[in-house]
């Protein structure tokens, strides 16, 4: 609780311009600190299932991988109501868990 984190991407319709020879697409970051960690069902009990932070997910943002300390722990997924600083990420750890049980990646 308290790290700082951060993610990238593109915020906006990506789409404008598809048809024209040249786009150029802004990547933008937000920083923000960890205000929590939660975990999940017995499935996922003894790993982190949701990662709350106070930095700003935004359209475009939402699926941006989250940094900390330069490693990747989550993906940031959603915001609480209205209020975009207010927002949570999936850990990587429960994405790694889900995609083991599927037989995707070994264990």
């Keep these: 609780k308290g790290q700082q984190v951060v993610t990238y991407g593109f915020p906006g319709d990506v789409t404008v311009g598809l048809n024209?020879?040249?786009q150029t697409l802004t990547m933008t970051g937000s920083v923000g600190n960890i205000d929590g960690v939660a975990g999940g069902d017995?499935?996922?009990e003894n790993i982190p299932?949701?990662?709350y932070t106070n930095l700003e997910i935004s359209?475009?943002?939402s699926g941006s991988p989250l940094f900390w300390k330069g490693y990747v722990?989550?993906?940031t997924t959603f915001y609480v109501g209205d209020n975009k600083t207010t927002s949570g990420s999936v850990a990587s750890d429960a994405?790694?868990?889900g995609l083991q049980s599927t037989g995707y990646?070994?264990?």
């Design 49 to 51: 299932l949701v990662i």
């Design 95 to 97: 994405i790694i868990k």
């Design 20 to 22: 024209e020879s040249f």
């Design 59 to 61: 359209r475009g943002r």
């Design 105 to 107: 990646i070994e264990q």
């Design 73 to 75: 722990i989550g993906l």
């Design 42 to 44: 017995k499935y996922y």
